[in-house]
């Protein structure tokens, strides 16, 4: 029984260091904040405040940017997670499918991954961007099928949206077709053995064998694509420059940022209700998220 006691105690003790960095680290700083998001008029400088209540919250909520910068950050929420989901899935299995040259072309689609994100948007506003000398390279396809050209970094909202779209599928992809290659190659050769020797097609095996097992890695590249793109913002810093707001392209945590470090010292009290705000939606769709996971994962 004391040996026992003894285990318990020693487990406890080396998680001490890992607790004490997330209280100090992550609870401290959230409790904080959220204290932060009720206290009315808080002046940093002076540590002072002279109202406690939901005011902050309220002005957040009406706020034209905050409401812009949350249309922005859904619809790149919405667009991105399925459509890179889904393609990094079928390159997947493409490359598992194939045995020469697979270590070479699982390093080619890594690449994007371990380059600079702030460097990949520079090069994909090159790519777009509309100068004195050039249309940028997509324009001069588009203009070679016989289209017109279209401004997608200063232009129309949609061209933008786009942009920003294509950028982020493009940056998550290396990270979710690694995921999904080390479970494609998990799952055990034995099931296809059987499924073919039964004469089942490719197609009804990969949805009856194939997806019901690595459906855990898929929940939770979902759940992780979820939080990253609520998190979005240097990826539009890279693309369309520090001033979101004027160019309606602001995200959550750059309308937080902005509140932070803005003009005449900024708003930290309205920049901690928006971070409180941000934090309440990933949780709630995270929750979702795993509540689905718990019911139909394999």
Known sequence: MKHTNFNHIKGWLYLLPALLFLAAFMVYPLIDVFIYSFEEGYNSASQTYFGVGAYNYSYVLHDPYFLQAVKNTFILVVITVPLSTAIALLISVGLN?????????????????????????????????????????????????????????????????????FYTIWVVMPFKILILTSALSSVNPDYYSAAK????????????????????????????????????????????????????????????????????????????????????????????????SSKKGH
Do not use: H
């Open 197 to 292: 020797v039964d004469g089942t097609s490719r197609f009804r095996t990969f949805m009856r064998i194939t997806l019901p097992m690595i459906s855990p890695m898929i929940f939770y590249l979902v759940i992780t694509g979820f939080i990253g793109a609520f998190k979005a913002y240097s990826d539009v810093v890279a693309l369309f420059g520090t001033d979101l707001n004027a160019a309606e392209m602001n995200t959550i945590v750059g309308y937080v940022y902005d509140m932070l470090y803005g003009d005449s010292g900024g708003y930290p009290s309205y920049a901690a209700a928006a971070a409180i705000l941000l934090f309440a939606i990933v949780l709630t769709i995270t929750c979702i998220n795993l509540l689905a």
């Open 97 to 165: 499918s194939i045995k020469p040259l697979r270590e070479l072309f699982q390093t080619i689609y890594f690449l994007p991954y371990v380059t600079n994100t702030l460097a990949v948007g520079l090069v994909f506003m090159i790519l777009f961007k509309k100068t004195a000398y050039s249309d940028g390279f997509i324009n001069l396809i588009i203009r070679w099928f016989g289209g017109n050209s279209v401004d997608f970094i200063d232009g129309p909202y949609w061209a933008k949206m786009f942009v920003l779209c």
